[in-house]
């Protein structure tokens, strides 16, 4: 019944196909093949005004999820982009118009050259990484791409304090062009020389998208070498290198339309273009109406979470896909955590309180309401620093952690614990007390977001349940933002964030993010250990990592900080979350990725690093049924 239904949708998508395929559209000339385009000749925003309505449906892939407003700027130097479709990081830099060095894939752990030339490689003591480029690499406007953009893109971030430059400033010395194709990056240096972290010299290698160098200085030179205005400039006559380019954006949709002359069709790279001729994403109102827009096949790509996601082929029969056909149906990355706040004496000074809360909430409920059972539970993949891929779960050994493990729901487990620590209720009000004051707690998140939302409610019924009074609080995001990442705050007890996903550097980079004091009292702090929680011992842990290359010390040095990390409890996970949500809309396109396909390509939007990968091999789904069947 399920593939009738799909073919009969397909086939309903066929008379949609034709009726779309016919509309006269304007389009620019394609570029010859044997010659690059000038800026001129490159399709323009103004060129595409008012035909956008009329993409042809089968050489159009939409998205929804990605872009929730107006493009504001085309600047790969600059920070105002709002510009999901071009430039965004998520389980890797979005690549359609910039190019990064490297793409990370995350089902292998590998990074894939791009406008790299094969492998980079450290000199024997990690203080210089060589790389080289891809002789084919060019810009759009036919230059060819050089070590000396590579370079100019570091010098213009660190002048200017763009996401490059402060990200990677306090680990990256300087990047030297030594020749047109051949670069080297030398690492910044401690006291004692060796490299500050070559972790995070690799994650500039995949999320650094790369800027023509006489770009950046024709921009440099229209502001006045003015860093705020180069930040804020609209980056209307952007060169790029990359597959795709801007075609038409405004407040209802944003397009992006193939270079023919991309130089990535060469042998060296994908050896041929991407499928889809446009990019286009529908900005959607909310969640809601995005979902609306898959269901009835006018979105092939979506990222946003649907709750109960396999009723739509289970119950609607739709011809929907996930990555994986069971739960949790993606590759999850992230790990929406509880944090406490060390700055508040009852917290920071009660180690079986913050564990007994923690051993208290319900975390199935959690994972079944909030998630809609989109996530793994803690019970198949225990609770640690990693995420739950075979990669990072391998880092560690769970058998040394697993009597510090705990199940959630215990309740009684926890009232022991502090009952053991003598925080109890003396007056038989129902409510514990310390020091001889009742304990009352907030959980906080961001008002809107649901599953979050969700999930502080159980934490609050948790701390019912083992006599501690914790009460919700939902302020909006703008609010939010501003008091969190506010290293001295006492307003939030225990309050939400979500710590790195998948890059190079981690797992180490999450691990800092949870215990490093590296993040303690900065000011404005967006970057990690958010409750500023210290312990000189974890420190010293975290400070061998990075130039540790011997597998076995590693996974040591990772079980330790593992056993802390559960023994002391300065915070506590809530779930396992896709840090990409992917499902796809096979009425149109099919041959998306697939967990068990074999190809090891991501489910990262078709966009995101080596997710960008399953562009090359999508295909029309014309009078067939849905290329995936469901049991």
Same mark, same amino acid.
């Given at each position: 019944?399920?593939k ?8 309903v ?9 016919g ?25 595409a005004a ?13 998205f ?38 490297y ?16 492998? *980079? ?13 891809k002789?084919?690499?060019?810009w759009? =406007?036919?230059? &060819? ?8 893109t ?18 990256i ?20 020389? +060796? ?7 690799? =994650? ?7 800027a ?21 400039? &609209? ?30 069709? =060469? ?10 001729? *446009? ?5 959607? +109102? ?13 979105? !092939? ?31 999850c990355l ?22 007994a ?15 809609t ?6 019970? !198949? ?28 729901? !215990? ?15 003396? !007056? ?14 907030n ?16 934490v ?26 506010d &290293?001295?705050?006492?307003? *939030? ?10 890059t ?9 993010q ?25 420190e ?11 597998? +076995? ?27 990409v949500?992917?499902?796809?809309n096979?009425?149109v396109?099919t ?13 990262a =939007? ?8 399953a ?8 009078g ?8």
């Open positions: 019944m399920k009738l239904i799909a073919l009969l949708l397909a086939l998508m066929v008379i949609g196909l034709a009726a779309c395929g509309s006269a559209t304007t389009e620019t000339k394609a570029p010859v093949a044997t010659e690059a385009p000038t800026q001129a000749e490159a399709p323009a925003e103004t060129e008012g035909n956008t309505t009329d993409l042809p449906r089968d050489e159009t892939l939409y929804a999820g990605q872009q929730w407003g107006t493009v504001n700027s085309w600047n790969v130097i600059g920070t105002n982009q709002n510009n999901a479709m071009a430039l965004a990081a998520g389980a890797g830099y979005r690549t359609t118009m910039f190019e990064t060095l793409m990370w894939n995350v089902m292998t752990g590998e990074l894939i050259g791009l406008l790299a030339d094969g492998d *980079y490689t450290w000199n024997d003591n990690m203080t210089e990484l060589s790389v080289n480029l002789e084919a690499a060019h759009s =406007d036919g230059t &060819p791409v050089t070590a000396a953009d590579v370079a100019r570091w010098e213009i971030g660190v002048e200017i304090g763009n996401g490059t430059g402060s990200s990677y400033g306090a680990f010395d300087s990047i030297e062009a030594t020749g047109d194709k051949s670069l080297v990056i030398h690492c910044k240096l401690d006291a004692s020389g +060796a490299p500050v972290n070559p972790l995070k010299v690799l =994650d500039f290698l995949e999320l650094a998208p790369i023509q160098a006489a770009w950046i200085d024709k921009v440099v030179e229209r502001c006045n070498g003015d860093a705020t205005a180069i930040l804020n400039d &609209p980056g209307d006559d952007v060169v790029w290198s990359g597959p795709y380019t801007k075609y038409y954006s405004d407040d209802q949709k944003v397009v992006l339309i193939r270079d023919d002359n991309y130089w990535g069709q =060469d042998a060296s790279m994908w050896g041929k273009l991407p499928v889809p001729k *446009y990019l286009a994403h529908v900005i959607y +109102a909310d969640n809601a109406a995005g979902e609306v827009a898959l269901k009835a096949g006018e979105v !092939d790509v979506c990222q946003q979470f649907i709750g109960n996601i396999q009723n739509l082929w289970l119950e609607d029969g739709l011809p929907i896909s996930t990555f994986y056909d069971e739960a949790p149906y993606g590759v992230t790990m929406p955590t509880a944090w406490y706040n060390m700055n508040i004496p009852v917290i920071a000074e009660n180690t079986a309180l913050r564990k809360i923690a051993m208290a909430v319900d975390y199935d409920t959690i994972i079944a309401n909030a998630m059972n989109q996530s793994p539970s803690f019970s !198949d993949v225990p609770r640690s620093l990693m995420n739950p891929t075979d990669g990072e779960q391998a880092l560690y050994d769970h058998d040394a952690v697993a009597d510090l493990q705990w199940a959630g729901n !215990d309740i009684e487990g926890a009232k022991a614990l502090l009952d053991e620590a003598g925080i109890v209720d003396s !007056d038989g009000d129902g409510w514990r007390e310390w020091n001889g004051e009742k304990i009352s707690l959980a906080v998140c961001p008002n809107g977001w649901t599953d979050w939302q969700a999930s502080m409610e159980v609050a019924a948790a701390g019912k349940n083992i006599g501690v009074e914790i009460t919700t609080l939902y302020p909006e995001y703008s609010i939010y933002q501003t008091v969190f990442v &290293p001295d705050q006492t307003e *939030y007890a225990i309050f939400m964030w979500s710590p790195d996903a998948s190079p550097s981690n797992p180490w980079g999450r691990v800092n949870f215990m490093g004091k590296d993040y303690v009292g900065i000011a404005n702090n967006w970057s990690g250990n958010w409750g500023q929680y210290v312990n000189d011992e974890a010293a842990l975290i400070k061998k990592i990075p130039t540790t290359t011997d597998t +076995a010390e590693l996974k040591d040095l990772y079980t330790k900080l593992t056993e802390i990390y559960l023994t002391e409890v300065p915070s506590f996970s809530l779930m396992y979350r896709p840090s949500f992917h499902c796809v096979e009425s396109w041959n998306f990725p697939a967990g068990d396909d074999g190809r090891n390509i991501p489910p =939007d078709c966009t995101d690093g080596y997710g960008i990968a562009l090359y091999e999508l295909e029309l789904e014309i067939r049924a849905s290329c995936r069947e469901r049991v």
